[in-house]
């Protein structure tokens, strides 16, 4: 039982004059990471879109959710292992897609991956990682053979770059693909634009465009545009190192990779029509994540996806945009049960995620928290886990749920 075991482990080694070397309570994890992490990776990591309303918003909706426990239901705590997808999961939680982990550990995707995968929780692998996604489920292989992995994927102006990403998903056993529509370009970040940063520029987080034959293939072509013009400057100076590896030794290449990039990942005329390009083009999963407004989802289910997934990015997209758990009820009223319904944005603990269950989710992601966590690398993110499923599985006993299937709004008053 996760709960009682790990407080259990925290316990006795609190008898040996050891605390826990990643911190349990979670502002405390939050202070202690921004201390660890450079000005920039902070920036990147915590920041918000404008004013951070959203990122805010995301906290308060899960503060205003109370539980209405019930007492004396005579049952153990509740098993948190779940079936989707035809595949059982340790819980029914998955380490959100995000991208750039490098700035928080230099083994980035592939620290974060191993340790959902000694958890046997998911990992959901972002289209903008630190690493081939081929070397990331080697990574999880290597722990628990079959582990349970997504690809996210941003959808590219150059559709030969998507088919060849949905290909090498499928050969490296990824069991679903994430198409996240709410980043068709960058939002308002006042954090990195104060700092000048963008890691992409640099060459971070482009480990899938520099190792996919049809986005190298395409080096040479044309862009649109003129082309700009590049002086040397202490920054770009600093930045020398990491374009040299990226580009694994031709810095000419690197730079012509990051310019690419740039050029084309943007696409703010994405629309349905993409959505059902995709759905036709790979026979995985197809999850739409990005999605508030339950005509959105209504239409999402229309066109055959397999999964909706609420979110607002983190807050990192829209500012003032709706609390991601305050969208919830409506997508999964409007879904009605076709398709399973995920959700992230602002789940923090353990017993967010049983409010996010209670509303209707499925499966929820936890983001910001494991990225603090493997600023201490795979041990860091392991940690991080054990204190989610640990309170997520204390709650739900505490709060009089049995099993999974006893989780609904009445847990929230809301009957």
Known sequence: MWGRKVQQAIYLEGLLGRRPKVPVYPEALERAARRRASPEAWAYIAGGAGLERTVAANLEAFRRYAFRPRMLRGAPPPSLEVELFGRRW??????????????????????????????????????????????????????????????????????????????????????????????????????????????????????????????LAALEEPLEGPAPKVRLSPALLRALPTLWRAGKGNLARALKAVRRFVATYSFPELSWEEVRRVREETPLPLILKGLLHPGDAERAVELGVDAVYVSNHGGRQVDGAVAALDALPGVVRAVGGRVPVFMDSGVRTGADVAKALALGAKAVGLGRPYVYGLLWGEEGVGAVLDYVLAELELTLALVGVGRLEELGPHLLGLD
Do not use: C
């Not at 050969?171 to 939002?187: E, F, I, N, R, S």
């Not at 990195?192 to 060459?203: N, R, S, T, V």
């Open 90 to 215: 340790a819980a029914p939680l998955f380490l959100a897609p995000i991208g750039v982990l490098e700035l928080a550990h230099r083994k980035g995707d592939l620290a974060a991956a191993r340790a959902a995968a000694q958890k046997g929780v998911p990992f959901m692998v972002s289209n903008q990682s630190s690493y081939p996604l081929e070397a990331i489920a080697e990574a999880m292989e290597g722990v628990r053979p079959g582990a349970i992995r997504f690809f996210q994927l941003y959808h590219s102006t150059d559709f030969r770059v998507v088919r060849s990403f949905l290909r090498r998903a499928e050969a490296a056993g990824y069991m679903g693909v994430v198409l996240t529509v709410d980043t068709v370009q960058l939002g308002w970040r006042p954090r990195d634009l104060d700092l000048g940063h963008l890691p992409f520029l640099k060459g971070q987080g482009l480990a899938q465009y520099l190792t996919d034959p049809a986005f």
